[in-house]
């Protein structure tokens, strides 16, 4: 299978897959697809940024019956961050399906704005393993329909206790269905789960190794004393943007932040220590482009799922070999390029060589790093982020925003960045020179005649 046109999918998503300029699958879609197509169950191993959600996705999509107002496809991830890339990504690639529902249930957001949605049930219905377990406990979702259950990254699933949850959510569905998993690796836990869930599946891996070769691993050797120093001088020697620091602990990773803003460099921490929302806006200022550095801990190691994230850094390593292999591949996703900076210490050293599938394609001396002039103050990021407190519910589009840009505030569609559009509330990026007169403009105008408020997002 060389094409995705040689896989006979329904026109609306040939159409989609072009315009997306999706052409060539890649390992795990070849693998996989025709595999699911068939309708047999399958284990699939499959490294970071395969493109695994198109895989399982596309025939989910091919197979739903629009006309059936009932959940036929169900999504099981650990994450909230998961949940919403998933959704995200299968409402895309469905975007010419009409009459589809695709929804994502998930903890941290109102239960009765889901109980209500399910008066009008999804077709394909994305998840976290609590969140669906509290539906079916107050009788709120039901599965009868069922045609199709995927567990993805099963293997995170069963680290994070949920074992529990996915034999509650397991036993309800119909006899008669189509199960998948995935799992970056695949201890003895996934393999009991498989054993237990699946019915004669075919196994797939997508690659002997992790790593996609397109990503280019460079080991920084540092003296612990020196580490912060060798950061900023890194970040300073090259164009930062769409860069994700990892550290081990909430203390560092805001100690890191700081120390990076008296730099001069635009960057925001990312941790479990975090309230919800300020986590999603930090994102979404990462996604736009207003914020070029993220430091986080391992909570954004899944489900980091960015296109314009092209550099990772560990500043330190993680406990285990499959963490690094985790947070590497969030860059270097779905055939692209990304380089990977690891900070070594001695005794990081010994643990690398220890790790297998751990390569270093060259090693960087601090001394060839040449560092800019420290600025007093972060360098203004290319664009900046507006908030408007209205979204989907609102019947609020992403086309209502451009034309509200170039009506209100003489932007040109060119100018205007990445627009996101959730249920209750939407951002977009703006030319960082012109977005206080904008946001100001905007607020004052209206958006498909209406008033809105507007701020800036900090």
């Known amino acids: 299978m060389s094409s995705f046109k040689a896989l006979q999918l329904a026109p609306a998503l040939q159409q989609r897959l072009q315009e997306l300029d999706y052409h060539t699958p890649t390992p795990i879609q070849m693998a996989a697809i025709p595999v699911l197509l068939q309708?047999?169950?399958?284990?699939?191993?499959?490294?970071?940024?395969?493109?695994?959600?198109?895989?399982?996705?596309?025939?989910?999509?091919?197979?739903?019956?629009?006309?059936?107002?009932?959940?036929?496809?169900?999504?099981?991830?650990?994450?909230?961050?998961?949940?919403?890339?998933?959704?995200?990504?299968?409402?895309?690639?469905?975007?010419?399906?009409?009459?589809?529902?695709?929804?994502?249930?998930?903890?941290?957001?109102?239960?009765?704005?889901?109980?209500?949605?399910?008066?009008?049930?999804?077709?394909?219905?994305?998840?976290?393993?609590?969140?669906?377990?509290?539906?079916?406990?107050?009788?709120?979702?039901?599965?009868?329909?069922?045609?199709?259950?995927?567990?993805?990254?099963?293997?995170?699933?069963?680290?994070?206790?949920?074992?529990?949850?996915?034999?509650?959510?397991?036993?309800?569905l119909p006899t008669k269905r189509q199960t998948v998993l995935f799992s970056a690796t695949m201890p003895d836990k996934v393999k009991e789960l498989i054993s237990n869930s699946l019915k004669n599946p075919q196994f797939i891996k997508a690659t002997a190794t992790a790593i996609p070769d397109q990503l280019h691993l460079v080991g920084m050797k540092v003296e612990l004393a020196e580490k912060k120093e060798t950061l900023a001088a890194l970040l300073l020697s090259k164009d930062p943007t769409g860069t994700v620091i990892f550290a081990n602990t909430?203390?560092?990773?805001?100690?890191?932040?700081?120390?990076?803003?008296?730099?001069?460099?635009?960057?925001?921490?990312?941790?479990?220590?975090?309230?919800?929302?300020?986590?999603?806006?930090?994102?979404?200022?990462?996604?736009?482009?207003?914020t070029t550095i993220l430091v986080a801990t391992d909570l954004a190691a899944r489900g980091l799922d960015i296109d314009a994230l092209t550099t990772i850094v560990h500043y330190e390593l993680p406990d285990d070999e499959a963490a690094y292999l985790h947070r590497s591949g969030r860059t270097g996703r779905a055939g692209k390029s990304g380089t990977v900076y690891t900070f070594a210490t001695k005794r990081d050293e010994q643990k690398l060589r220890d790790w297998g599938q751990v390569r270093m394609d060259e090693w960087l001396k601090t001394t060839d790093l040449k560092r800019t002039a420290p600025k007093t103050a972060p360098e203004a990021a290319a664009f900046a982020t507006l908030h408007i407190n209205a979204g989907r519910k609102d019947k609020l589009s992403p086309r209502d925003i451009v034309g509200a840009l170039i009506a209100e505030a003489g932007l040109k569609a060119n100018d205007i960045g990445k627009?996101?559009?959730?249920?209750?509330?939407?951002?977009?990026?703006?030319?960082?020179?012109?977005?206080?007169?904008?946001?100001?403009?905007?607020?004052?105008?209206?958006?498909?005649?209406?008033?809105?408020?507007?701020?800036l997002v900090q």
Not at 39 to 44: M, R, S
Not at 423 to 439: E, G, L
Not at 447 to 453: A, E, H, L, V
């Open 39 to 172: 309708g047999q169950d399958v284990a699939g191993q499959a490294e970071t940024g395969s493109g695994k959600t198109a895989a399982y996705g596309l025939p989910i999509l091919q197979y739903v019956d629009t006309r059936v107002q009932q959940v036929q496809a169900l999504v099981v991830v650990p994450t909230r961050e998961l949940a919403m890339q998933v959704r995200q990504e299968l409402k895309n690639l469905a975007q010419q399906v009409e009459g589809l529902k695709v929804s994502a249930f998930y903890g941290g957001h109102a239960f009765s704005q889901e109980r209500a949605s399910l008066a009008f049930p999804p077709q394909v219905l994305v998840g976290t393993p609590g969140r669906l377990t509290d539906h079916l406990s107050r009788r709120t979702l039901d599965l009868s329909h069922l045609k199709q259950i995927v567990l993805d990254e099963a293997d995170k699933l069963l680290e994070m206790g949920f074992e529990e949850e996915l034999d509650e959510i397991l036993a309800v």
């Open 250 to 290: 909430r203390a560092t990773t805001d100690e890191l932040t700081s120390f990076l803003q008296e730099q001069g460099l635009q960057a925001k921490a990312l941790h479990g220590g975090m309230e919800q929302i300020d986590r999603d806006r930090t994102m979404t200022l990462f996604r736009n482009g207003s």
């Open 419 to 455: 627009i996101e559009v959730q249920d209750r509330q939407s951002f977009v990026a703006v030319p960082f020179s012109q977005s206080t007169s904008i946001a100001k403009k905007l607020g004052e105008g209206k958006i498909k005649g209406r008033k809105f408020r507007v701020t």
